[in-house]
């Protein structure tokens, strides 16, 4: 074997190992992921059949002709985009703040953020259902929007901190010795070195919400009907896989179509970034 041919055997084996990863992973991820749609798609699937007997829309067109299918997507898509616009209100700030300034208790306030995710979150959750019931909140719609913004303070305020910590602060101050003002330098400098961490914070809490289940079901129900809680119910007594599956490609479909957009216009580099990719 040449020198040449020996230098590079490493790096062919390196490949292939890394290939072989890639292959086993995405396997994983995506084989349960194209079982759901084939099984949305089936109508008679029968043991020991490898592949489905029959296709066809039928068990699409029962769902997608129910009103509580449609109610409970409409529930699902507002709670997550109001939970969503809050949290970037109230956080985002927090985030700035915490990146920025220098304050008493500022590691200690930071740190409080992560002690939601640091212990068991139903006991947590258990006790602000008790002090939701004192105020009339349990089974109403913002009674769910008020407890899943505790969920979502991992999201917003951790992710765009690190931005924030990470703008070139030189860029500000050359902006604002050209005579541009705080607003100016803030719209024109910080945003766009943040806009991928902000965004990718985004995204994740608006998916987050939208497939929650836990707190849903403990402060909304059986008023606060999403299709997450929907979905357990058609499993637990309907007993036909068909309609979950259906109801799991419809869920996939909001958060999919946003990580189009937010990807479309950032880039699929940035937002692995963002990400921590």
Not at 30 to 38: D, H, Q, R, T, Y
Not at 69 to 75: D, F, G, K, P, S
Not at 151 to 174: C, H, K, Y
Not at 246 to 273: C, N, T, Y
């Amino acid at each position: 074997m040449s020198l040449a041919a020996r230098r590079l055997s490493p790096l062919r084996q390196l490949d292939l190992r890394g290939l072989v990863i890639a292959t086993l992973l995405s396997v994983a991820i995506l084989m349960p992921l194209i079982v759901v749609a084939v099984w949305s798609l089936t109508e008679i699937w029968r043991w020991p059949a490898v592949i489905p007997q029959k296709f066809g829309l039928r068990f699409w067109q029962e769902m997608l002709g129910r009103t509580d299918v449609w109610e409970a997507m409409r529930t699902s898509l507002a709670l997550s985009a109001i939970v969503t616009a809050l949290s970037t209100v109230i956080c985002l700030p927090a985030a700035w703040a915490f990146a920025r300034l220098d304050f008493p208790g500022r590691n200690a306030f930071f740190l409080s953020f992560l002690t939601v995710y640091a212990f068991p979150k139903f006991g947590l959750y258990i006790t602000i259902a008790t002090i939701f019931m004192g105020l009339g909140l349990i089974g109403s719609f913002w009674g769910v929007v008020l407890i899943q913004l505790v969920g979502t303070l991992m999201f917003m305020v951790w992710i765009p901190v690190s931005a924030f910590q990470n703008v070139d602060r030189r860029l500000e101050e050359a902006a604002r010795d050209a005579g541009a003002g705080p607003l100016r330098v803030f719209w024109s400098i910080t945003l766009p070195q943040v806009l991928p961490a902000v965004s990718a914070a985004v995204l994740l809490t608006f998916v987050n919400t939208f497939y929650e289940t836990e707190v849903a079901w403990l402060i909304g129900a059986p008023e606060v009907r999403t299709v997450p809680l929907l979905m357990i119910r058609f499993i637990n007594s309907e007993l036909v896989v068909q309609y979950g599956a259906v109801l799991s490609v419809i869920l996939w479909l909001p958060s999919f179509l946003l990580l189009l957009v937010v990807r479309r216009f950032l880039g699929a580099q940035a937002l692995g970034r963002a990400l921590g990719a």
